[in-house]
């Protein structure tokens, strides 16, 4: 069974900063999608960025990229000038066939950002 | 388009009833799937449909559980004879199939008093 694991409850950043979260994750699976997605308070689950497992390059999305180790089973988000609208929590999930199976989610990180 | 929704948004319920939540996916998207979100915790999978076919129900937590999408459209996670652990919120997302991404709705907060 795939697990993810995000050992970062809580974060703070300054606005205009840069900040990473963390996420790991143990799969069998050669091929599979990892993504990131935003929770803000309002609790509508938004997409930030998504990577596929195959593809080597690095995801980016505007201020958000992603750091994918496959060998370590790593997969970080930075989020670059971090503005207060960024508050929200940050789900780390996995996904061996994207839109056809379900998401493993990990626990989240809550990220705050401080004026 | 719109996107996906759900209702109610909050739902109270006294211990030991039934209560239907519903989600509406976007228009056109072959998959749906329904998560429970405890306080503080990340989604967890209960079931998923392509289709109205219902492929894969290893994530309900008891036979409490049903869910059905009787015409390939809108879903109805049905709760019976609710308990108190079973209150959460519920996430419904939909996706266009292969490849694709999962789009949520706002969630149903169940309260079981």
């Known amino acids: 069974a795939q697990t993810v694991t995000q050992s970062q409850p809580e974060m703070s950043v300054q606005e205009a900063e840069t900040v990473t979260l963390s996420c790991t994750y143990d799969t069998s699976e050669s091929n599979y999608y990892l993504f990131w997605y935003k929770q803000p308070p309002s609790r509508q689950m938004i997409l930030v960025i998504r990577?596929?497992?195959?593809?080597?390059q690095n995801a980016t999305e505007n201020r958000f990229s992603v750091n994918f180790q496959k060998a370590a089973k790593s997969f970080s988000l930075k989020i670059s000038d971090s503005q207060l609208g960024d508050t929200a929590m940050y789900f780390c999930?996995?996904?061996?066939?994207?839109?056809?199976?379900?998401?493993?989610f990990g626990k989240g990180t809550r990220l705050s950002v401080i004026a | 388009g719109a996107g996906v929704s759900q209702s109610p948004r909050y739902k109270v319920a006294k211990r030991g009833q039934d209560v239907a939540l519903r989600c509406d996916p976007i228009s056109g998207h072959v998959s749906l799937f329904w998560y429970q979100q405890a306080l503080g915790q990340g989604p967890e999978f209960l079931t998923y449909?392509?289709?109205?076919?219902?492929?894969?129900k290893s994530g309900l937590p008891s036979d409490r559980f049903f869910a059905e999408r009787p015409e390939g459209s809108v879903s109805t996670l049905k709760i019976q004879r609710t308990q108190q652990e079973d209150s959460a919120v519920y996430l419904c997302?939909?996706?266009?199939?292969?490849?694709?991404?999962?789009?949520f709705g706002p969630g149903t907060r169940l309260t079981v008093l």
């Open positions: 997302a939909s996706s266009p199939g292969t490849g694709r991404e999962q789009f």
């Open positions: 449909f392509q289709n109205e076919a219902q492929l894969d």
């Open positions: 999930a996995f996904s061996w066939n994207s839109g056809n199976t379900p998401l493993v």
């Open positions: 990577q596929e497992a195959y593809k080597q």
